[in-house]
Each structure stands twice: as C-alpha cells, then as structure tokens.
C-alpha cells in the first residue's frame, strides 16, 4: 500500500478556467482508459473509460498496485512505467491486459512521468488504447495488384514484398535506395505501419530541403535564446518521432556537421536541441533514404563512413521501372482507372499505337513519371479511349526514346549552374536558376523541382511569378 492518500471526488482543479473544476469529472471526459499512479505505482485514480475496460471500479482499484489491476503482460517483461529514466518521454508499449472478467485484450500502453512544480517526480499517467477495433481494421497488405500500396508483380518487386514484413518487425536501422521517384518514401511508411510503431507517428524530413542552420533546430529542436529569433523553445523532429519512426529522406544531402549528431544520436538515442545543456531520451527508429551512391560520397569525403555503417544495417534496394517488366502495363492500366475516376471521365483503355509508345518509353522517372503521364493523358483526353495526341509532345519525339533511354545523372551532377551573366537582382537571378534546372532536367518541371530542391508547387508558384508559366499548365500533383 502506500502513504500518498488518493484524490477525493471534491478535488478540484483551480487556475485554468474561471471557476474551479472537479477533476475527476474532467477525468472520466477522456475517451482514453487513463490511470493515475504514485511514485510507488500504486493507482491513485482511474477514470471511467479504465473502470470499463478493465473491469475493476475506482473504489476496487484505487490503493492497488497497478499490475494487479492491468495484470498485463509487460508487468512482467516492459513495464513502460519502470523503464522511464529521467528526462525521458513518454513510452509506449503494446501488449494484453487479463480483464476483471478474466478476458484478454490486447492493448496499448503510454506512460508518462508527472512532476511537481519543483521538476520532482510526483508519479505517473498511463494511458490505456483498446486495440481491438484495430485489428478488424487492419488492411489487407496483399492484393491481387501488388503489396502495401505498390503496384506489380515483377520478380524484383517480389523480393521486396518478400522482405518487407521481417524487416518491418525489427527495430533495425533501414536504408532505403533507388533512383528518383522509384518509391521510396512508400516503402518507408509502408515499413513504418507494418512495424510495433505503426500507431506512432511518423514524420519525415526532407534533408535536402532546408538550410543547415534551420535544418538543425528542425531536427534537434532548440531552446529559447539559443539563436537571435528564438524566442520560445521548439521541439524537434526526433522528439516528435517519438515512439513511431523517423524518415530522413535525401540523406545524402545532410550537411557533415549535422551528420556526427545523427551518428550520436544513433549511438545512445539521446537529443540534444540547439543552445540546451541536457540530452533527452527518445524512442525513435529511422529510416533513410537516398538516390545517391553514398559508398562514392564516402571516397569522396562528403559523407561519413562511420554514418553509412550505422545507416546501412538493413539496406533495401527499390529496381528502376525499366528493370520491371510487366509492372508497366499494370500501372498504365492502375493510374489510368485511378485518374478517370477522379476526373469523372469514361475512359476505357489505351488505342494501341499509344500504349506501343508508352511501353517502349523508358521511363528515367520511373513510376512518378508514369502516373504524371497518364494524368495528363486523362486530363487532355476528351473522348473515350487515350490516342497518341493525347501523351506529352516530347513523348512523341522520336529522338525522345533515344535520349531518355540513359537514365538521368544524379541530382547533385545536375545542380543549377552559376548565373551565366551577371544579374542585377535576385529576382532576374532566380529567373535565369529556373530556366537553367530546367534545360538540364529537358523540360520536366518534376525534375527541374528537385534540381532547385523546391516542392513542385513552389516552382510552379515561381515560374508564374516570372511569367514561364500560364494559368492553364497547373501542376500535376
């Protein structure tokens, strides 16, 4: 038993509204089982959704150990509560209760430390989820079509379905490769929801979209006055990973320095935001992806070897389409079904002169520049079936297939080049940096987006401001 004395039903809340509030009656308004301990994990309080789902009244459960209430499996093995360190977030761990009326559930468990106003350990709060109505909604992984989103059937994909789901089991660090638009950051979320995390968050970060300076606070976070501008303290996106997992995507862009933190963090999962003295803990897997050879980076001093070790404990290899064979007609067919239905057309099928070219087309794009194609094709197409002069021109080019044959240079063999001639403002400068991403990327503003580092529709919010496109070339999304 233990000397802290529950809370009374007349324990009131006061400071947060206008009138005091019952706290109880606050409880017992999460949607959540929620049970209140001591230092000693003893229960101190429970709220309505607890007393369902265990089975166990207030007045039965208050003053019991909590493993005599939850009776649960990582009372035995993973108790959350006790393997919260100082400092540390919440954790989470999945597993099954033994109700009051001897059932089994399975259940999902978040414990968090309570502290005092003084930073003192006061006790905990577990949060409770009932699983069950999860598992019947569970999707099916496996189709006729393909696996977890991906379409096809190819032998090389089926190497990858093969894999997926034992590497999703483990905790492993997993580097992802393939050249662009080949799927990767689907495989990552697709590796995250078949995973012990999947009803954590997963948040991904682009580290090749912001500067090395806002990348850091962005990934560590900061405290306030760490830098002029900071005025309040900021999470990071390790921290928020928390219990779930971390895509770094574009990996191979991270900046050296902030590559020794990350191989830190890899070393003892500990965080330290930008200007703070202390480490915090998390619970965080990641994932990295990238279209570069990071093996050719290493020689070339650009990227950490150390890292690439730590990174590439499990490295799963996504095949160009070329390499695919049949998976092309299946997309051409999927994206096809997928983007009259969307548009509210009825088109039924490709006329064969059109799917001969799309099939021998090779596609450096891979499958983001298919479905680009054929939601163009969709959009332009005002009769029933998809005709050559419904494809992009620059398809129809017979020296297309022949210079699309080779795959594209990599991104950073393809970066803008200087200005040509000096510019009197940033604004001509910017100009002449869109014109040049995209004579080198041969139109595609896809690409051309990616050259620039830009999100798609920042380019196309560009290319409007400085007249290179008109209001009926919106993009493709």
Not at 33 to 62: K, W
Not at 284 to 307: Q, S
Request: positive net charge; hydrophobic residues 40%; contains cysteine.
């Amino acid at each position: 038993m233990t000397d802290t004395p529950p809370p009374r039903a007349a324990s009131r809340i006061h400071g947060v509204f206008d009138v005091p509030v019952p706290f109880l009656a606050l409880l017992d308004e999460i949607p959540l089982a929620v049970l209140l301990l001591d230092r000693q994990r003893t229960v101190v309080a429970l709220n309505q959704a607890a007393e369902v789902l265990t089975g166990f009244s207030a007045r039965r459960a208050v003053g019991l150990p909590c493993r005599h209430v939850l009776r649960a499996n990582t009372c035995v093995r993973g108790c959350p509560v006790a393997e919260l360190s100082r400092g540390s977030g919440p954790l989470c761990r999945e597993g099954d209760i033994i109700s009051a009326d001897r059932l089994k559930l399975p259940v999902r468990i978040t414990a968090s430390a309570l502290q005092d106003e003084a930073g003192r350990l006061a006790g905990y709060m577990e949060t409770i989820e009932d699983l069950r109505l999860f598992q019947h909604l569970e999707p099916k992984k496996m189709n006729a079509l393909g696996y977890a989103g991906f379409i096809g059937q190819s032998p090389r994909m089926g190497g990858v379905f093969k894999l997926l789901p034992s590497i999703a089991q483990t905790d492993s660090s997993v580097l992802v490769t393939g050249e662009t638009g080949t799927g990767k950051d689907l495989l990552a979320e697709a590796l995250h929801q078949a995973s012990d995390r999947a009803k954590g968050p997963f948040v991904k970060v682009n580290c090749g979209a912001l500067p090395e300076t806002l990348l850091e606070s962005e990934l560590f976070g900061h405290v306030k006055g760490a830098f002029t501008g900071a005025v309040e303290s900021k999470s990071g996106r390790f921290k928020l990973a928390h219990n779930g997992t971390l895509f770094l995507t574009e990996i191979g862009d991270l900046p050296l320095s902030l590559q020794v933190k990350l191989l830190s963090f890899l070393d003892d999962k500990t965080v330290h935001p930008l200007g703070g003295t202390k480490g915090l803990k998390v619970d965080v897997r990641i994932i990295a992806a990238t279209h570069r050879d990071l093996e050719a980076m290493v020689r070339e001093g650009r990227f950490r070897e150390d890292l690439l070790f730590r990174l590439n404990v499990v490295r799963m290899h996504l095949p160009p389409l070329r390499e695919r064979g049949g998976d092309v007609e299946m997309l051409l067919d999927h994206f096809l079904s997928q983007f009259s239905a969307t548009f509210q057309k009825r088109i039924g099928g490709f006329e064969p002169a059109a799917r001969k070219l799309l099939l021998r087309y090779p596609y450096p794009g891979n499958v983001r520049e298919l479905r680009n194609i054929v939601e163009y094709a969709v959009n332009v197409c005002d009769g029933e079936i998809v005709s050559l002069r419904h494809l992009p021109t620059y398809m129809t080019r017979p020296e297309a297939l022949r210079a699309d044959a080779l795959p594209l240079p990599p991104a950073d063999a393809l970066r803008p080049q200087a200005v040509r001639a000096p510019v009197s403002s940033w604004r001509e400068a910017e100009r002449e940096l869109i014109l040049d991403a995209l004579t080198q990327a041969r139109g595609r503003r896809g690409r051309a987006a990616e050259i620039l580092g830009w999100a798609r529709s920042t380019l196309w919010r560009k290319m409007r401001a400085h007249g290179l496109e008109t209001a009926a070339e919106e993009p493709r999304t």
